[in-house]
């Protein structure tokens, strides 16, 4: 059994609450906002989606690494966690699909790993505390010193962080031949909502965040994908603007999380920094026109103002998180966008949510039929 060549470390939470741990790899130090997920598996895709970039994450279950990695379990092209926080990481890993090790995996994207901590008391802490920065050494305990690195990081709130992570150049995926032509808004893309699209007859070009609708619309587009990913919606006037645009032209559109938050700013809506946000596979969403609830995947630590969907002429509500009765879900009265506040295209059990890419598909049907007759 390969042995880690374990260091101690530390991390340090901006109000001065540290915790004691063990590490490897490279000596390195790193800072960004902490937050935790819930999910029992599933390690890989939350490791390399787009949305947590610039985040440590605290897994709460106990052992991470022991079904390995596999290939056809990654989200994008790395990990895009900038640090990991778990209780017991393990060398040993039993699944006969696994690539490899998920140690060797955390090594070669040279991303830090802080094991032994108690995470249970860290993520009760969190919970109480809510979302707050924090900075991850193996390669000094000296806390006045990393207090003062802490103190420059900037806050999640307002920061631009989609375009870190968008494709730098425009790409295409699927069959030139098939029947759907899908222009996808890469905010930082998970590779399952662009197969999810692609199972269903669609030819799929992704364009970098911050390009515009003209460029877009070089495609000759059926409908436009707004795809989920990491910061500050109120920091993305550039996203907001293009979405814009494409309601203006009523082109079908379909949002997923962060695309969710961008369509309600372009309808007016506000959002806000949550106190904590939605990290997990077991989120109980109802879907209010059907009344049928659904187990979601979720990963967000923004959302919009209730308030002001309910008084919104053109918006209505879909979906409702049942924990608190945060907004996840809305769409145009029009009946030509909607989106959601979740991840359809992940499998925390169930697929109870890939009835929305279906329902994109159909709105696209009915705008092609209506523009025939």
Known sequence: MKEIENTSAVILLEDGTHFYGKSFGEPQTIVGEICFNTGMTGYQEIFTDPSYFGQIVITTHVHIGNYGVNTSDIESDSIKISGLVCKDFSLQYSRIQSSGSLYDYFKSN?????????TRSLVRYIRNKGA???????????LDFL???LLEAPSMEGLELASKVS???TYEIGDPNSKYRIALLDLGVKQNIIRCLENRNCFIKVFPAKSSFEEMMTFSPDGFMISNGPGDPAAMNYAVDTVRRVLE???PLFGICLGHQIFARAMGVSTYKMFNG???????????LTGLCEVTSQNHGFAISAEEVKNHNELEITHIHLNDNTIAGIRHKNGKAFTVQYHPESAPGPNDSRYLFDNFIEMIDLQKSSSIS
């Open 110 to 118: 040279k991303i830090p790993v802080i094991d032994d901590i108690d």
């Open 167 to 169: 494709c730098e150049k």
């Open 249 to 251: 032209s009523k082109i």
């Open 147 to 149: 207090r003062k690195k």
């Open 132 to 142: 707050m920065n924090a900075i991850v050494s193996n390669e000094t305990n000296d």
């Open 278 to 288: 939605h990290r997990g596979i077991n989120h109980p969403v109802k879907n209010m």
